[in-house]
């Protein structure tokens, strides 16, 4: 029984130790993982930079850090902020159907954060341009839309990330939004291709 109980002990103290390894490896390979990361931005953000600078024309097209606001007699498009959070937050909590076929779901308050910095930072690299949109009969916010895959060399980008309170869906918004979207991208920014992307479950979006 001693060389049992002797036997066990071992087998759990290598087991603990076998555990301890896996979880020393994984740690570095986060570490490795993260500088990974860290690096791959700072050569992106160095590319953009240099791109712009060898291409002029192109910061003439779209200025990322420029604040562009779109609007017409219904709804105005203005750049997100990082604040807007506030003002969506009742959409993202109460309106759990908007993000019926939304990969990037954010359902919940900490979903919405990591949204809409995702969005900013997209912003950033030069990928992405997110408006939050503002039905001016209630001078309210009340959804978000962007420019996306933004693609200024080969003059394309893409239209989506679209959502609205479901109040505002079916009344006009979309279409007004739609239509100041693509005076942009084609009248101002002189993009040659715009493209519209929808899961295919999502009938009421195709």
């Known amino acids: 029984m001693v060389l049992l109980k002797e036997f066990q ?3 759990i103290t290598d087991l603990v130790g076998i555990i301890k390894c896996f979880f020393d490896l994984f740690t570095v390979i ?4 993260g500088l990974l990361i860290q690096s791959f931005i700072t050569i992106n953000e160095a590319f953009l930079t240099l791109v712009m600078h060898s291409h002029p024309s192109l910061k003439k097209m779209l200025d990322f850090e420029n604040d562009y606001v779109l609007e017409n007699d ?14 969506l937050l009742e959409y993202s909590v109460n309106e759990p159907d908007i993000w019926k ?6 359902n919940n308050a900490e979903a919405l ?3 809409i910095d995702k969005a900013l930072y997209n912003r ?3 990928i992405d341009y997110p408006f939050t949109v503002v039905y001016k009969k209630e001078n309210k916010v009340i959804g978000s839309t962007r420019l996306y895959s933004i693609n200024l060399i080969n003059k394309t980008t893409e239209l989506g990330f679209t959502w609205y309170g ?5 009344t006009g918004v979309n279409k007004n939004c739609k239509y100041l979207l693509l ?4 009248d101002q920014l002189k993009m040659e291709r715009v493209g519209f992307r929808a899961n295919s479950l999502n009938i009421p979006s195709i």
């Open 113 to 115: 954060r990591k949204y």
């Open 183 to 186: 005076s942009f991208a084609f």
């Open 101 to 106: 076929y939304n990969g990037n779901e954010p």
């Open 30 to 33: 986060s570490k490795i993982g």
């Open 166 to 170: 479901k109040k505002y869906q079916g």
């Open 74 to 87: 219904h709804v105005i498009l203005r750049p997100m902020l990082a604040s807007d959070y506030n003002l």
């Open 124 to 126: 950033k690299m030069g």
């Open 9 to 11: 002990e071992r087998i």
